[in-house]
């Protein structure tokens, strides 16, 4: 096309048609401009195609990270919601000064401990990932600030919930003097009228159930606001993949 505009000028310039071999001049240069404008737009919606295919594998990492945590978060919940249960019925029985029972055993050893250690890492690779990448990667600015929000803040506050001293470690010399304990986790009290008149160790399990208490509570509201962020992210990968 440019050999043919070429062509034409050549001819004008011979038959001293000033005017006109201006005018395919100015084409010819309007059509370079024109291929060049296109060249670009055709690079760029490239690059902006290969961009699009690396967050869709970022989100998608990420999803995996955010499900594996709510999991992890809940099998914690769970199990603190299951201490706080040995704890409840470890002070009612102190409190109504009940008789002993074998099934108490089990409550016992359960109502000692506080729910620390039970989640001690989160999952981060599709985060870390980004990271490294560039947070600009995700285009939707309310899914990449909910992103640098819960991987960011919001886990590192809920594991800091259970990271802390070791509870059964402090008050372990007390336990020993008090209990019998077995390896299948049943302790005995070696004095059970004593351990009922035992203000101290109802102070520890009742503390124990209190920060339980706040703990679930803090969790349970965690879960729903991950779960809202994590569907969130769902939708702007199916969104992606459209």
Known sequence: MIKFFRKIRYNLMEQNKTGKYFKYAIGEIILVVLGILIALSINNWNEDRKSRVVELKVLKQ???DLSKNLSQLDNAANAMEEIQKSCEII???WE???KYSDSLSLHFFKSTWSGVGYMTGIATSGYDNLEN???DLIQNDSIRESIIH????RFPQLLNQFHG???Y???KEHYIKTFLIDYDNNWVPFDY????SDQFYYSIINNNRTSLRHRSETFASAVIGLERHLNGIRQEIERLEQ
């Open 62 to 64: 990420i999803e995996g």
């Open 91 to 93: 002070i009612k029985v």
């Open 96 to 98: 109504n000064k009940s």
């Open 133 to 135: 990448l560039g947070f």
């Open 150 to 153: 819960v991987f960011g803040k």
């Open 165 to 167: 001293p070791n509870e």
């Open 169 to 171: 470690a402090i008050y």
């Open 193 to 196: 009228e004593k351990l009922l």
